[in-house]
């Protein structure tokens, strides 16, 4: 099923009909699952309206996703948020995660399930990874506030990338988040995006394609790279596995 035969496809309404569960690449017998999450703001309770720039900033990883995971039978979906906002203890777009993921579990049965969010998604990631379908997640420049637990991600295998020039989520917060995590028992490598800000807009080509190779790694349908499989394997306290270098990205085979 192609992405456009997908994207009405969605999740049973929850509270108030809202269905946080959008499917882009649906196969008929899915062995496993890969959720976006778009970015947000601060404080902010108003819907997302039907022209969403974060959302759209994803579709630019969907489709290297949805290339990768064709032929392995891995449903591709977005988590839509209820609120345009984290807007404090309410945390809407983690609950709006893990609603997607039970209902993903639903409808797909236990199958393994990795995590890709941007900004605010990376921390609705983050604060969702210890949902029992979750193996795995990629967060991109996440917002990783002090005060946020690390605690559920034991266990999962965690890829972080954050651009050095971010000047809206700092990067120094991740890699205090990813020591933590660590700490607890989580598998953590951290990429450094040179040259790269929050938006992604610099080395696109690199986001997107190392995205999709270390996703589908995650599902074990391809090798780590060998420098995220030394990062991964490396003591709790090896603060060299937070500071790699992201390589220059080739492009995907012919036929892929």
Known sequence: MSISEADSGTARGGAGGHRPLRWRTLPERPVAAVLLLHGGEEHNLARPGPVNLPLLRMRGFLRPLAREAAAAGVAVGTVRYRHRGWNGERADAARDTIAALDELAEQLGPVPTVLVGHSMGGRAALRAGGHETVTGLVALAPWCPPEDPCEQLAGRDVLLLHGDRDSVTPPA????????????????????????GHAMLQRIPDWHRATARLTTAL?????????TASALALPAGSPEALTLALPRQPRPAAGR
């Open 219 to 227: 599902l074990g349908l391809r090798p780590f790279p060998a420098e």
């Open 173 to 196: 917060d991740t890699r205090a988040f990813a020591a933590r995590s660590r700490a607890a028992g989580a598998r953590v490598c951290g990429y450094t995006v040179t040259g790269s």
